[in-house]
């Protein structure tokens, strides 16, 4: 089945305790994505890769890491996170014609 | 900076009745595609339709349509014989399509409620 994976689904932390969100495709998609979802803000885009190696910024990519090592990985690492990081997580990818993003279940992370 | 306006927060329809929402959008590019998501309660986010900006013939899925209008910077989405399960939230998306800047905008998305 194709899909997108997402892990761990809930996830309460406290401040500066770093933590990797982890994000897996088995569709050989070339681009992959991290989105945040917040209340009346819609999605934001956080970081998204072209290919294995290739990563960019987003539009909210401040307090986040990334790295794409593999085709099918994508994970999203909080050095710090902070409370203001609290959201839903969505992973996505998509082949380069863009015919359809796959989205990941979600994430739901709490910064105490 | 690309942006994507939802002015419609809610709204409701009868159930078996058309629905339109409305999308506009702010860009200087010519070649970009646009999206619209579904976001039913279980939160997972599903592709409804997709459009290609070269393309003049409005994009269809079913009873899921568009009306594209370039010059106007409109994408809109009629829904048609609105279904219970249709009860969601809706994202419109833009994302520039430009050998290696591939990034994704999305509304703030419209909360539709059909109605039995």
């Known amino acids: 089945e194709a899909q997108v994976t997402q892990n761990p689904r809930y996830l309460i932390t406290v401040t500066g305790k770093k933590l990797t969100v982890t994000c897996s495709q088995n569709?050989?998609?070339?681009?992959m994505s991290w989105y945040r979802q917040d209340p009346g803000l819609g999605l934001r885009q956080i970081y998204y890769?072209?290919?294995?190696?290739?990563?960019d910024k987003g539009d909210v990519p401040e307090g986040y890491k990334v790295s794409r090592k593999e085709k099918r990985n994508f994970p999203l690492i909080l050095e710090s996170p902070s409370p203001n990081q609290t959201s839903l997580y969505f992973c996505?990818?998509?082949?380069?014609?863009?015919?359809?993003?796959?989205f990941g279940p979600g994430t739901r992370l709490t910064v105490l | 900076a690309q942006t994507v306006t939802q002015s419609q927060p809610e709204m409701s329809v009868q159930e078996a009745e058309t629905v339109t929402l409305s999308c506009t959008y702010d860009t200087s590019e010519n070649n970009y595609y646009l999206f619209w998501y579904k976001q039913p309660p279980s939160r997972q986010m599903i592709l409804v339709i997709r459009q290609e900006a070269y393309k003049q013939q409005n994009a269809t899925e079913n009873r899921f349509s568009v009306n594209f209008q370039k010059a106007a910077k409109s994408f809109s989405l009629k829904i048609s014989d609105s279904q219970l399960g249709d009860t969601a939230m809706y994202f419109c998306?833009?994302?520039?399509?430009?050998?290696?800047?591939?990034?994704?905008?999305f509304g703030k998305g419209t909360k539709l409620t059909v109605n039995p």
């Open positions: 569709m050989n998609h070339e681009y």
């Open positions: 890769s072209m290919n294995v190696e290739v990563t």
């Open positions: 996505a990818s998509s082949r380069f014609d863009f015919n359809g993003q796959f």
């Open positions: 998306a833009f994302m520039k399509h430009s050998g290696g800047s591939e990034k994704l905008v």
